[in-house]
């Protein structure tokens, strides 16, 4: 009968996994000075590793003290890069271990820069990659891929990095981190997880004259051409890994919108930008008026862009407001958009269809000042990334019409950050109701030390994957979305409050994980999207399935499975 070990969810026969050197090269397995004695005998270590055996705790300690002696994040960043090709378990233990100062460092704001200087600091592929040569032969290029049983996909076209706009192939730094989350915030099994990068080309001049570039030195493909390839993944991707969830990330405004109109209906698939980024932010919202003690029906919410995040999130609030017993054209008045040409008003011509439902009749106005003047809001939502967009004269506006003015600057890089939350916080008097989308130090004012924290997705596209994958669901709808905001606003502590704080602590964020992955559960099963029968305790289940970064006993586990036998 065969041998079979256990590698955290996974099962492994034990003549197929590596030994010596090849073990000591494969992330998935590799233990590094963990090694035990028995096991340096049996798996053929012995003389390849120093002597003395360390503990996983003892290997975190060396981790980190290389980690923290490097002198800047783009090191940090290449750090961690190079932990996570050689010891994949020992790097999700430090991002679990500790998330504020790893975070921040594998995601944003870090990665920015890292999409930015991909070509130059490379170092290994992770991945598939595919061009828009591949066209024709997309399903032979996906089965390269050495697993069959990938549960979630990250794919971009490098269009819209961030706020940093196309970057082309350099991209791809955004479905790593972003799958590096789920393993760490959801415990997805890194084996289960596949980042792909649509290589259409860039219009971006400067890096298509990069000589380290890594993508296509040629414009972006467009129109047909560019749909039927989205089809041909998409296609095979189903064919190859039939439960598979795909999130479309960091997709321009044009392709974004209408891929997910596309493909929503057809499997379990969903926009992060939009979709996460709504979620997390109706979940802030939610958090500041346990505060305010206001009604979300009674909000007026204006945003700073018109984009996939600013439509995004004012769709789910206005479906939240119609939940509320709000009719849903009184809820879209609520919402407003400001762009690059001011208000988005009803009497402007030559609107793109996302931002139709919200543009009002009012008369034009220029900028954010004015509008503010004129709506009267009680929250701003920055979400164009346009750095220093919340003037001190916007926000000291916003202090004078409300008590607790809600000011989220959620545009990242750093760079690209409405406003800081030293100057919100100066700025409106110690008043304001804060949430980030890079992290800013605590801020000590009027004697009070009030801690900010990031409307970050990872709070909820992690969940929201693994609740889709424990059901297999068939598709994920606005209401699983919903469901997520609803919990994760549920999970802060009145002592986060109190430190105007609107999230919980990213300590916390796999038990936020779990219970947004068990409600979007629930509601696969309740409306009979799951592809399974659903568990008499589905909190309990999610957990059950949580991978968890720990060395197995190589030897230990094969000796218990031969006495079993």
Known sequence: MMQEIQIETAS??????????????????????????????ALHLRG?????????????????????????SLEKYIDLT?????????????LIDHPDEMFPIVYTPTVGLACQQYGHIFQRPRGIFISARDRGRVAEVLANWPRRDV???????????????????????????????YAACAGVHPNVCLPVMLDVGTDNAELRKDPLYLGLQEPRLRGADYDALVEEFVTAARELFPAVVIQFEDFANHHAFRLLERYRDRMPTFNDDIQGTAAVT?????????????????????????????????????????????????????CWLVDSHGLVVASRTGLAPHKQAFAHDHAPVADLLGAVKALKPTAIVGVAAVGGAFTEAVLAEMARLNDRPIVFALSNPTSKSECTAEQAYTATQGRALFACGSPFDPVSIGGRTLVPRQGNNSYIFPGVGLGAIVSRTSCITD?????????????????????????????????VSAHIA????????????????????????VRSQMYEPRYSNYVGNAARQTLAE
């Open 479 to 511: 209401e699983m979305f919903m469901a997520a905001a609803t919990t994760l606003a549920g999970l802060v502590e009145p002592s986060d409050l109190e430190h105007g704080s609107l999230y919980p602590a990213l300590a916390r964020v796999r038990e």
């Open 151 to 181: 549960a979630i996909i990250v794919v971009t076209d490098g269009e819209r990095i961030l706020g940093l706009g196309d970057l082309g192939a350099n991209g791809m730094g955004i479905p790593v981190g972003k799958l590096s989350l």
């Open 282 to 334: 109706l979940a802030g919202i939610i958090s500041a008026l346990r505060v305010t003690g206001g009604q979300l029906v009674d909000q007026t919410i204006l945003f700073q862009g018109a984009g996939e995040a600013a439509t995004g999130i004012a769709n789910l609030t206005v479906t939240a407001m119609v939940a509320q017993g709000l009719p849903q054209q009184a809820a879209r008045q609520r």
């Open 518 to 541: 068990a409600a979007v559960a629930k509601i696969a099963f309740a409306k009979g999207f799951a592809g399974v029968p659903e568990p008499s305790d589905v909190l309990a289940f």
């Open 48 to 72: 390849l590793l120093p002597p003395r055996v360390f503990s996983q705790e003892e290997q975190l300690d060396r981790v980190l003290e290389n980690f923290r002696r490097k002198p800047t």
């Open 82 to 94: 190079a932990l996570h090709d050689r010891n994949e378990a020992l790097f999700f233990r430090l």
């Open 12 to 41: 492994v026969p034990l003549e197929s996994l590596p030994t010596g050197m090849g073990l000591l090269q494969d992330p998935a397995f590799n233990k590094g000075t963990a090694f035990t004695e028995s096991e340096r005998d």
